[in-house]
């Protein structure tokens, strides 16, 4: 076995033999479990997040798998309509052509071509990562046979009135030209300005003033609304307005949405151009006037002055003309919420436009009873009020998208208008009886991406046909998703999976949190924060990690700022810490907390905890290999503590699997491994191992052999690759059948040598022997004391039995604590020369005479002992300071009185140890 732990050399080694060996798929007859792969954009590559919740799906696939459940884990990747159409733009334009000089079929057949050579990156990235999904069924939503299910549900909702096409105001991209799903709008703050523009009454009795953000929007007006109770403005409800730089009039109305307090109290009301304005227009019965092409420049409903204008370049000139007439009464800074979309970066429009729609309600009713009923249940419980929140006021959902990348929409149209749905235009035609003299024309938008991710669940699973695959394995066992969609895919996966398969698509639905940067800001590109999973798993260099992180940004004014934040955070790059090391850390981040912080010092502690592990494998190889290995007879102390031990991490780890805590799983196996197993365990084993009694030295060897393999089992879910090829050492020294650690049984608690059984509490007893080790070592440490040199010992009171009890350790005892000699003291024996540690009532007692230079250990004591109190007065000085304790943050003063609380108990602690050096110099 090597001498170093190295991740590279063993990681892509075993995955390949995983998979080259088929060990993925579900095999057996146990109970079916499975997970549905969130399908990543076939565009992208691997982030945190989906390294995050990778982590998660395979720990839980690999549990369900050793414990003999038919295991699936069902992978794929979606379309990723938009992001996908860019790209491969992108690359036009680059050759000197576009799609439009392509033709939509020449196009989709560049597209394929790109998705073929490069858009499988993410599939080789969840590799790296150890994700055991089942890569024989790996599905992409554009594949034919979910292509043809996408059809059927679009023809079957549409033939039951719960498809329509209609009129309504959309999320409007104005340089892709298409609406977007809410999750593809990002708003963040940015500044702006709050116009005040003069509305005169049009009986030319005065006035009211309006404030808004975008005044080009003005131009599509047909309001002005006032609060009912606005006092103000009570006798103006009902009366007529002049809108500014039109021939048009508006009336005032009265409506609760308003807010008194905003502005002047009066609000425009744009019905065309704003979703609230929306609903108020749908009250009131307002018209909606579109005053914006596709493009976002204006058209011929606005007045000619501005017609052709770009809406941003229409602003400029519309607030000069305001301010020209005497309109404009003031503008103010302001700052607001910009929608962006996540592609082009270009503001967003709420935009007036002819689209295709599921009538929502009759869907959302059954998969509102579901959660319910508890047929789905949410984990953890509080994201069920979220659901219900958003179900409760759920909206019919637009459903095309303006691209030619995607699933056409199934719709043709006759030459006077009509609509003929069927799953080809052959069908559309026999579904309406039309003949082949009818021209039909197909419409031209596709599907949103999540409508075919909505049925994810089931067309995977081979629906429409009824195959052997959907049977056993709908409905699927968890989802693992963010709480980011909840609304845009895991209720309509709900809806879907009632509507068309009649149950559940899956039985719980488990939320983990967001991951975040150390400091709890959201990752993103703009912000120059991104960890790549890969860079942590391999390693990367300062300047690679400098140029990915500057390249491409939003606002390329921020790369400096970035590279030096990235510098001085990263000065020597980031090193390799391996997959096991970042798993790990995943696992152990997974709270139920909505944030999760991730914080480059926690994977730096994994990799050596995979170290300590490493090299507790090293120690136990090297005393067990070409040794005899037996069970042995009857369990020694040292035995039955560690299997005690043992028991009760395997226990705890398949409890918290089972109620998806994995940080709490994570825990527990790095309390055993590195506390139990590697400091005491190991230690506890030497001076057996090095003594001349040959049975209890082969007995030995098998716990120490046993208890790790165990261990690695139990740790094998959430670090694959260094546990099987430790594993691999251990078989055949134990005899173990058996190809491959994940297809071996999940570890159950051994139940053998007990304290019932034996009559006795071995456990209590070796706990007790560790508090006497400790005791002393606290003394070593806190006298510095050397390690190497031996020590006297002296123990006093204590309770009955506590004599007996060390004499039996006696030989451990002496090895780990570093003893010459140790002896009982009468109760009245002075001790003032000792340094003492309490073991309950017991008395461990250390002489100091010869042992320290009492002067050298007073001196440097009293050193330490005045810049304690240097930082108590300080901290003193601070919160005695109300301008402090009043401005400061909260945590900040909090943690000041913390450290406060730090140096006082050092200051305490300092006093007891010079006092007790004083005792031994007889002052």
Known sequence: MDKSYDP??????????????GYFAPEGDGEPYTIMLPPPNVTGSLHMGHAFQDTIMDALTRWHRMRGDATLWQPGTDHAGIATQMVVERQLLAAGTSRHELGRDAFVDAVWKWKQQSGDTISGQMRRLGASVDWERHCFTMDEPLSEAVRKVFVSLFEEGLIYRGKRLVNWDPVLNTALSDLEVLSEEENGHLWHIRYPRADGRGQVVVATTRPETMLGDTAVAVHPEDDRYTDLVGLELKLPLTDRTIPVIADDYVDPEFGSGCVKITPAHDFNDYEIGRRHDLPLINVLKPDASLNDEAPEAYRGLDRFEARKRIVADLEQQGLLERTDKHKLMIPRGDRSHAVV?????????????PLAKPAIEAVEDGRIRFVPENWSRTYFDWMNRIEDWCISRQLWWGHRIPAWYDPDGGIHVGLDEADARRRSGLGADVTLRQDEDVLDTWFSSALWPFTTLGWPRETKSLQRFYPTSVLVTGFDIIFFWVARMIMMGLKFMDDVPFRTVYIHGLIRDGHGQKMSKSKGNVLDPLDLIDGVELETLVKKRTTGLMQPQMAPAIEKATRSEFPKGIPAFGTDALRFTFASLATTGRDIRFDLGRIEGNRNFCNKLWNATRFVLMQTEDRTITPGGEPDAFTTWIRSRLNRMVSEVETHLGDYRLDLAAHALYEFVWNEYCDWYLEFSKPTLQGDDEERKAATRHTLLDVLETTLRALHPIMPFITEEIWQRLRPLLGIEGDTIMLQPWPQPDQSATAEETGADPEADVEWLKSVIQGIRRIRSELNIPPGKLLEARLQAGEPGDEARLRGFDEVFSSLARISSWRWADADEDTADCAVALVGSLKVLVP????VDVDAELARLRKQLAAEEGLVKRSEG??????FVD????????????RLSEHRDNIENLEAQIRRMEAVRGD
């Open 8 to 21: 590279a050399a063993i990681e892509r080694r075993w995955y390949e033999q995983w998979e080259q060996r």
């Open 887 to 898: 401005n400061a943050p909260e945590a900040v003063v909090t943690q000041e009185r913390e």
């Open 349 to 361: 429009e709420p935009y007036l436009t002819d689209q295709w729609y599921v009538r929502i309600a």
């Open 848 to 851: 100091l005479k010869g042992l």
């Open 878 to 883: 601070k919160l005695g300071n109300r301008n």
